[in-house]
């Protein structure tokens, strides 16, 4: 069974960056063809996926946050990480990390989620 743990501060001040780990138990990061991807939702919205790291290291991140979204790997930890920078109180958010089968695909396995508040 795989799991999935998403770690980091639950609040965060404006302009600074944000910072999640998700930790992966039951399963390699590396593993051909899976993909770990990031998603948040804001307050009263809809899911929003922002980026993906693929079984290789490839990375892919949603058009609209490219510019100050980078996601990284551990795979001596089995961990993947978030880092968002420049953040406003528009980003906050519950962040999930969640598992594909493939890039693009439905996620099948998610973390609980971490509530993150941006506020000065």
Known sequence: QVQLQESGPGLVKPSQTLSLTCTVSGGSITTAYYAWSWIRQPPGKGLEWMGVIAYDGNTYYSPSLKTRTSISRD???????????????????????????WIGAESDYWGQGTQVTVSS
Do not use: H
């Open 75 to 101: 795979t001596s930890k089995n961990q993947f990480s978030l880092q968002l920078s420049s953040v406003t109180p528009d980003d906050t958010a519950v962040y999930y990390c969640a598992r594909q089968s």
